[in-house]
Each structure stands twice: as C-alpha cells, then as structure tokens.
C-alpha cells in the first residue's frame, strides 16, 4: 500500500460495517411466497447476486476498501476501470472481468452491449413500470422520485426494495421510499435476460461507501465472493458476521408477515388453505405426537349469524389494502418519532462531550490531572510541606 492507501486503511477502521442481506427461497417457501419472489427476479444474474450467501470478514473489507478505484470516465471494455487489492495481489478489470469474478455473466463480453447505468431517467418509463408493480387501489397515484411510499408496492417488490436500500444502495435513503435508481434496478431484475452490466453496478455502489466518510461499508460477502474467486485465504481473519438470510423478523417489521395461527403469509398475497381441524389430527397421529384435546373433541355447532335488524346500516368493510396502508402510515409515525428521539439524545451527548472537553481544559490549565478524581476542600498528602501553618503571633500568616 503507498501512503494515500495506508491513510484511507487509517479512517476505514473507525467505520463499522453494515449487515448484508440475501434471499433465501427456503424463508419464502415457508411463507407460500416463493413462486411470487421468483417471479419477481427472473434474470439469472441477479438471482446469483441476491442470493449470495458468504460471511464477511473485517480485514478483506478494509483492504478492498482501502485500495479500490473506480475510473468512471474511462472505457468500460478496458482493463482499468476498476481496481483493488485482495490478499495483497492487485486486480485490474473492466466491468465484464469484474462481474466475471463473482459469476454474474450470462453472456460473452459485449453481444450485447449491456447497460451501464441510468444515465438519462428520460429513457425509462417509471410511471407506466410503478403502476404494473404497485398495489392494485395505488395505480392512480403518480410516482415521485424519492418520496413514492415503498407501502404502496405489492410484497414481493416491497422486499426486493427493502433488500436494495439496506444492502447494495444505502446510500439512496430509507427502504420506507422508493427512488428513481432503485426503480430502474428493479426493472431490471424482473426482466428474463440481464439488460443492465452488473458490474458497473456493484463498483458504483463500492464508490459510493468509499468516498463517504459517514456510511458503513457494504457488500462484504461480494468481497469475500472475490477473495474466494482469486484464492485469498482468510481462514485466520476476524469474522464479522455469517450469512444472514432476509427473514421472517425483518419482514415483520416491515408489516409483510402476518399470522394465523401456525400458518403465516405475506400479507397482500392470496392467502394459504389452512388445514381442516380433522386433517390436523391426523397428520399429529400419523407423527407419532399427541394429538391435542381441542382436537379430540366433537366440534360444537357454530350459532347461526344473527341477520341485521331492518334500519340499520350495512356493516362497514375495510379493504384489506386499506389496512396496510393506515397500518404503513402508523409506522412510518413511529419511525419519524424514533428519529426525533435519537436526534435529541445524540445532541445532549453531543453536550456533554462539549461540557467534558471544557472541564479537562480547564483543569489542564491549572496544572491539574484530568483523569484524577479531585475532591474539594480535601488536603492532599504533601499540602501541608508546601503550606505550612503559621507560627508565632499571627504576623506571618497568610
């Protein structure tokens, strides 16, 4: 490494790394969502991506980091535009050598010509793309860059959303919105063949948490996919975390996994058939587990529903993509409230370490410790050598 490299090594240190997702089609199969999410990412490319699954390790993140260069500028086919250093070997690439590395090349280099990014958002159709994946009571509304609810997407792009702002676009906002970027990448991963360069993709996502001296550093497992690829060993390296699959907690968070019972969906998708209350029981004996008494018992006939009294009004029913929304809403009033609150303290810690920094100032300039604890109005051992007491009449008293 020369010198501008061992400052940046320096600075990467005091950053932490973010925890990186992937699809795990066993999550979804649980869910009865597995023929959705696989719908939604046909193209070959992108599965591998998103289903990558590699632990992350500090000291490759923080050499990769330390030593990558994206030439932006430069002519995608040459050698140059991107480089890095693994295992203290040097690797120049053009963006198909780069996604080549990681398995992301369904097609020779340049036939066709793919994609680098979306330079001009004029040759992409959003509105007419955010009706088709949106809910169907959202397909009035007009999309707007950077502030078009990610609430109102059905589930399956909702996740593919969430997984793109926490894990390869951080740096484009809260998953809670959709952006222009994240749109367009979308469309991407829905089409059956690869349209964008991938390549160009991730180096922009690594420029984006290299330059910035606030964002954690993203994509571990994709470097650790490299290292694996150019033989690194990193058996004796510190592990920050293993694979972490999107699971059904995250999801729950986000207000796409509901529960019945022990059948769970994804809200919004057609619900699962839940099993006849005989069927259970059998399925527990065929087990070999005790059948439950709940289940022993001959079911009680459920009363008739009462039929309403004439004059009064219908019962009122609530479209269940009503409910998601008041339900996306409430959350998003939770999470602005959480904000202000960790605003607030992050001032008064603010405070205070300004307060601290006076007092050792302060203390420093009277000539004492700042780490010792002092006690007013307490004689230290040696006060009484260095101020005796008066003697005599009280004429030399001081």
Known sequence: ???????????????????????????????????????????????????LAEPTYKELVWEFYATFH?????????????????????????????????????????????????????????QAYFQSICLPDSVDEEYVASQTRAALLRPEWRILNHLMCTSYTPSQGSSNRVTLRTLWLLHAMGRSEDTIQLGSVLARTFTKAAISTTRSLVCGPVITALARNYGVDYTGMTLVRGPTPLGEPTLRHQHLVARLGRVRWIAGLPQPPIPAEGDQAESSAAGGRRVPRRAQAPASPSPAPRSPSPGSPPPVVVPISDQLAAISQQNERILAGQERIHTRLDRERDRGRRLMSGQH???????????????????????????????GDGGDAF
């Not at 005091?14 to 990186?20: F, G, N, V, Y």
């Not at 420093?364 to 003697?391: C, I, K, M, R, W």
């Open 1 to 51: 490494m020369n010198i501008v490299q061992r400052h940046k090594l320096r600075n990467l240190r005091d950053r932490s790394i973010a925890e990186h997702f992937h699809l795990d089609w066993e999550v979804f199969e649980e869910l009865h969502a597995r023929p959705q999410m696989e719908a939604a990412v046909r193209s070959p490319a992108w599965r591998r991506l998103l289903t």
């Open 70 to 126: 994206h030439n932006s500028k430069g002519n995608s086919d040459h050698a140059d535009v991107v480089q890095f250093t693994l295992g203290r070997v040097e690797h120049s690439l053009s963006y198909w050598e780069f996604a080549n590395a990681l398995c992301l090349n369904s097609r020779a280099a340049g036939r066709p010509p793919l994609r680098l990014d979306l330079s001009d958002p004029t040759d992409f159709a959003c």
């Open 361 to 391: 100032y302060i203390m420093s300039y009277l000539g004492l410790d700042p780490n010792a604890v002092h006690y007013p109005f307490v004689q230290s051992p040696g006060f009484e050598d260095e101020y005796p007491p008066p003697t």
